[in-house]
C-alpha cells in the first residue's frame, strides 16, 4: 500500500470517531459502536495499520474480546469484591488528570446561580449556623441555590458545609465570599468528578477497558486457565487421545551447564574434561554456575550452528551477548527425531492444546448465545475516504 492510501486510510479512522452513535456489530442484544472499535483499532494497531484485512483480522480478535466479556458480565463477576475495588481506585488515580479548570467545569455543566437568592442573605445565615448559640431557622434552606446538569443544590447544604468549615482548622478567616466561591468550585468538581465517562470520552473509554480488562482476565482463569491447571486426569486423557501428536524433533539427553560468564563456563567445561562431576563444580561456585541433567530438544541447548553431536563430546562454550552468560552441553545419548514423548516429557505441549480446545469450545458456545453479526455499511465506511 503506498503512503498516500495509507493515510488515506488513518484520515478515515480518525474521523469515523464523529459518527458516535454507528453500531458496527451486535452480540445478542449487545451493542459495540464504530468509535468504541476505531478507537481501540487505532490504540492498539497504530502505524503498523494496513487496510481492509488489518481492519478483518483485528475485528476477529476484538470480537472475540468482547464476547469473552460479555460472558463475564452474565456470571456477575463484575459484582467481585476486588474488581470493584480495583475499579473504584482505578478511576481515583485517573480523574485528577481529566479535571479541566473550575471555569470550564461551570460551562460544561451549565452551572448556575439562584439569582433570585442574595449573596448577603448566604452570608448572614452561614454565620449564624457557625457561631449562633441558638442559628435562627433560615427561611430558605430548602431553596435551590446551585443547578448543574441535572442536579441541584440546596442552600441549607451551603449552610452544613460553611458551618463545618469555619469550625475547623483549615478556616483561615476567609470572607464568606470566598467561601461561598469555594463552595461553589468544590460543589461543581464534586459533580464533574463523578459525571467524567458523560463529559470526556476519553475518560470513559479508559475506564470501560480497565472493567473490560479485569473482567476478561477473570473469565479466562474460570473458563480455560483454572480448568486447565486443575484438571490433571483430562490431560492425561488428552494426551492419551492424541500420542500421535506428541513426539520428540532431534533431541539428546545432556549434562546442561549454564554460567554467570564465559570465563565461569569455559572453568567448567575444562574441569569436567578432566573427569570432575558437574555436581562437584556447580556445588562449590557459590551459584556463578549451575547444571542440569535432561532430555532436551537440540534447539533448545547452547551449541553453535554447524557443531557435529557425537556421544560423550563437551560441546564449545556459547556465549549470550544479552546478557554475558554462557553455557555448553555433555552429550550422554542422542536420540533421532520422531520418537513418542512420554506424557510427562509433552506435558507442557498437552496443556497449551488442551487449553486451546477448551477455549475453542467455549467459543463457539458464546457464539451460539451472542449471536454476533457485523454491520456492514458501517464497517465498509471505515474505508471510504474523504
Known sequence: MNIKMNSLIIFALTAALSSRGQVLLTMGNKEVSKEEFVR???????????????????????????????AAQELKLD??????????????????????SAAE????TAFSKNQAIEDGLLHIYADSAAYAFRPAPCPIAQETLYTMGKQSVKVS?????????????EYKGESNQQLLDRFARLTVTDYYRAHLEEYNADFRYQLQEFREGNLYFEVMDKKVWARNAASEAALKRYYEANKAKYSWPESAEVILVNARSYAYADYAAENMKKGMHWKA?????????????ARYEI????????????????????????????????IIRLYPAGEPRSF?????????????????????ELALKYPVKINQPVFQSLLKTP
Open 344 to 364: 510427562e516429557s509433552a506435558r507442557y505441549l498437552v496443556a497449551n492444546d488442551y487449553q486451546q480446545q477448551q477455549e475453542t469450545e467455549w467459543m463457539k
Open 299 to 330: 534447539g533448545q541447548l547452547p551449541i553453535a550452528p554447524g557443531t557435529k553431536l557425537e556421544a560423550g563430546m563437551i560441546t564449545p562454550v556459547v556465549k549470550n551477548d544479552a546478557d554475558q552468560s554462557a553455557g555448553f552441553v555433555k
Open 79 to 100: 459484582t467481585l469484591r476486588q474488581l470493584r475495588l480495583d475499579q473504584m481506585n482505578f478511576r481515583r488515580r485517573l480523574e485528577d488528570s481529566y479535571l479541566p
Open 281 to 293: 563444580i556447580t556445588g562449590n561456585s557459590e551459584g556463578m554456575i549451575i547444571g542440569d541433567s
Open 157 to 169: 447544604e451551603w449552610l452544613n458545609w460553611a458551618k463545618s468549615f469555619k469550625l475547623s482548622k
Open 105 to 108: 467545569m461551570m460551562k460544561t
Open 40 to 70: 481501540a483499532f487505532t490504540r492498539n494497531m497504530g502505524e503498523t495499520a494496513r487496510g481492509e484485512q488489518a481492519l478483518k483480522e483485528y475485528l476477529e480478535r476484538f470480537t472475540e474480546y468482547k464476547l469473552k466479556v460479555a
